[in-house]
């Protein structure tokens, strides 16, 4: 590791056992400074905007990602914002998770704490820069950001803000830190940090979080394909099922938690098939099924095996009929990615078990899988939608960016 | 991977996924005729258990740890017991951790399930067979189970009374897998099963924890040392503060969250050291101490710089004087293991201070450290006391073998 990526990881360390001992007010007032902050450093953030996109169109980068890159104005305002409410939040740390007096008297308390330090890697979009510091603060954490290299300058622009405004709250100067160096070396020394950082998120492509979590032997929380599904029961009733499917496909095609199978009860293909190919279609979608479902409509291209295990991020379907609830049931555990499938139904036995038995880290019942998410789901913020099983599954938010410890409160207790 | 551990792997997974769905009353009876299946395998268990014991003999194994592998009536006794007291504990699957209705009125549930498939590697002692099998199966996960070498006959007898019992009571064949070959070999085989496996928690050694953490892309969860501290404060009590101190010390050395440090307010000092190395000589304890103990008391030798990091397991106890709580909160920061750490005071302002400030999993105030751990904190039974600050913290019983997922109740929401 290099003295200066050293330096930062002792100064974080210290930095996150400061933090753990303010009072969540503080935090929360330095969250508000920094939103405050923002309009006065904006011209500035402009003209490190105006050189990071200037360099990245020089170097050839394809437009989708220099559009990204933008801070346009309401991504501005979206940034400011999000800083504002997330210090509206309750505060994640001294929550008493559980908490209780022994038989002998020894009070027992699990009390949410800090974890420490948190390394938030990610790609092109700068808002994550505000974004991932707001929750890691909120939480009591200190923060190493590495953001993309095309955004570098825009970064540090914002990341100094946030540290002054940070410091002049009373914040330790390191609770926020950011790399100042651009290229792939940086990161690989950011992953053998294990001594300095708790967890690291990366934030981007799969290729991006594959090769941290594989190259790290810091923990990573992990956030991978949506490969969503939505079972249309024997009993769907035909508007709300099209509906769903749907906008559950349509409402944003490229996010992770978009539809991208349909599976239909055999029994319900009559009512069901039709109405649904005419909405998908109405909304250009490219279908493609099972070899039943192609036989009862034009519209359906044949699929391949290939199909069920695409996360195409795409206006593009793939549709199966089964034969009943267990069948869909195995076709989503199987194929599937576990992070956000549901079901159509009213029948309630149906329900349990499809909840039950759908390992998946949201199971959406009669509502859309765009709507599984830290929003919808009322936590404020995120930083990610956790596709792992241990810490975390599914949004990452404040209260995960937690870890608690255990007080016992004793009058001289001994063991005996 | 070899074909045996593959198929081990996929019986596995397969297994979690129905044990995910089977009500808590079903596998609280199989953990009950787990239990009552022990008497009538107990010749045999001898037998194997004999075996064991005489060809660690042969193999030259020092008599302590031969003294681990011997099922004795009341090792036999405990590990019946402790089958029957985690069949008792309740449900921790199928908690509501969290729930409210939406403004929308989209009803959001929070709910505890399995984790899937956990990975137990342990050394010696095989009551870990059925203590681990208990806590895993309790929790509604399957279990692959990997003991030492040495007990492997013996481990292999008591896994298939388990596997009939639970068979027969409905849970799926194997949800309790045993690796019957000894060596390294499958060892390592077993560290690359993270297609399957999801959490490893390995019980042993040091050496062995660092092995299998860095060879393994599964996560682990660790369990390291316990550099366990006690603070004297200024106002501590001598009476409380000796009896304290001894019985954390004392109890039983060789265990990790036995103290191993003690640190003492300057203030304090003429109160309390005098009785304090009365009490610790007269258990036949070593004092180690800094200079300015060591100058107060001869029965004080002085501590090198090794000191304040050992985890003795041992009766040697290093003693340091500190000008405040301040001090004391830094030393125990920086040279603690974040594992078991206490405060002797009456004070309600240095208590708040201490248990905010001291980053470890287990806070004791005015309490043994003897006194951190799952049984104490009336958790029923655990697999072993983590260090890690993920996912769980502390000792791990069923309810830390369980991760969550989100279900999501609309009536036909959509995203706007």
């Known amino acids: 590791?290099?003295?200066?990526?050293?330096?930062?990881?002792?100064?974080?360390?210290?930095?996150?056992?400061?933090?753990?001992?303010?009072?969540?007010?503080?935090?929360?007032?330095?969250?508000?400074?920094?939103?405050?902050?923002l309009p006065g450093i904006r011209s500035?953030?402009?003209?490190?905007?105006?050189?990071?996109?200037?360099?990245?169109?020089?170097?050839?980068?394809?437009?989708?990602l220099i559009a990204r890159l933008a801070i346009t104005d309401k991504i501005f305002a979206y940034m400011q914002n999000r800083l504002n409410q997330v210090a509206a939040l309750p505060d994640p740390v001294g929550r008493v998770l559980e908490g209780h007096i022994r038989p002998n008297n020894l009070k027992v308390e699990k009390i949410s704490v800090p974890i420490?330090?948190?390394?938030?890697?990610?790609?092109?979009?700068?808002?994550?820069?505000?974004?991932?510091?707001?929750?890691?603060?909120?939480?009591?954490?200190?923060?190493?950001?590495?953001?993309?290299?095309?955004?570098?300058?825009?970064?540090?622009?914002?990341?100094?803000a946030m540290i002054r405004a940070a410091t002049e709250h009373g914040l330790p100067e390191s609770a926020i830190q950011?790399?100042?160096?651009?290229?792939?070396?940086?990161v690989s020394e950011l992953l053998r940090m294990d001594r300095y950082i708790d967890v690291l998120i990366p934030r981007g492509g799969k290729g991006l979080i594959r090769r941290i979590s594989e190259a790290s032997r810091i923990p990573v929380i992990k956030h991978y394909d949506g490969i969503?599904?939505?079972?249309?029961?024997?009993?769907?009733?035909?508007?709300?099922?099209?509906?769903?499917?749907?906008?559950?496909?349509?409402?944003?095609?490229?996010?992770?938690?978009?539809?991208?199978?349909?599976?239909?009860?055999?029994?319900?293909?009559?009512?069901?098939?039709p109405a649904l190919v005419e909405g998908f279609t109405a909304q250009g979608v490219e279908l493609r099924g099972c070899p039943r479902c192609c036989e009862l409509s034009a519209s359906i291209i044949p699929a391949t095996e290939e199909d069920?295990?695409?996360?195409?991020?795409?206006?593009?379907?793939?549709?199966?009929?089964?034969?009943?609830?267990?069948?869909a049931i195995e076709h989503i555990n199987r194929y599937g990615s576990g992070h956000t499938d549901g079901i159509v139904t009213n029948a309630l036995e149906r329900v349990e078990r499809f909840v039950r038995?759908?390992?998946?880290?949201?199971?959406?019942?009669?509502?859309?899988?765009?709507?599984?998410?830290?929003?919808?789901?009322?936590?404020?913020?995120?930083?990610?939608?956790?596709?792992?099983?241990?810490?975390a599954r599914g949004p990452v938010g404040p209260n995960e960016l937690t870890s608690y410890k255990w007080v016992a409160y004793g009058q001289g207790h001994l063991r005996g």
Do not use: F
């Not at 950011?178 to 070396?185: A, D, M, N, V, Y």
């Open 1 to 37: 590791m290099t003295p200066a990526l050293t330096k930062m990881g002792i100064a974080a360390v210290e930095a996150a056992r400061s933090m753990a001992t303010l009072p969540g007010q503080q935090r929360a007032d330095a969250l508000r400074a920094m939103a405050a902050a």
């Open 44 to 64: 500035e953030l402009q003209q490190a905007n105006a050189a990071d996109i200037e360099a990245a169109r020089a170097k050839g980068l394809a437009d989708p």
């Open 116 to 160: 420490g330090v948190i390394g938030i890697i990610y790609e092109s979009r700068p808002n994550v820069t505000t974004d991932a510091a707001a929750v890691c603060i909120k939480s009591g954490n200190a923060v190493i950001l590495r953001g993309g290299s095309e955004s570098l300058r825009t970064n540090i622009v914002l990341a100094d």
């Open 178 to 186: 950011i790399l100042r160096t651009p290229g792939h070396e940086t």
């Open 228 to 273: 969503c599904h939505l079972y249309l029961a024997e009993d769907a009733p035909v508007k709300m099922a099209v509906e769903l499917a749907v906008n559950s496909k349509c409402q944003r095609v490229e996010v992770c938690n978009a539809l991208e199978k349909v599976l239909i009860h055999a029994q319900a293909v009559p009512r069901l098939l």
């Open 308 to 327: 069920w295990t695409a996360e195409y991020l795409a206006p593009i379907l793939a549709i199966k009929i089964v034969d009943g609830d267990a069948e």
């Open 357 to 391: 038995s759908i390992d998946s880290s949201s199971v959406m019942v009669n509502a859309s899988t765009r709507l599984s998410g830290g929003g919808d789901y009322g936590m404020g913020a995120v930083v990610g939608i956790s596709t792992d099983k241990l810490h």
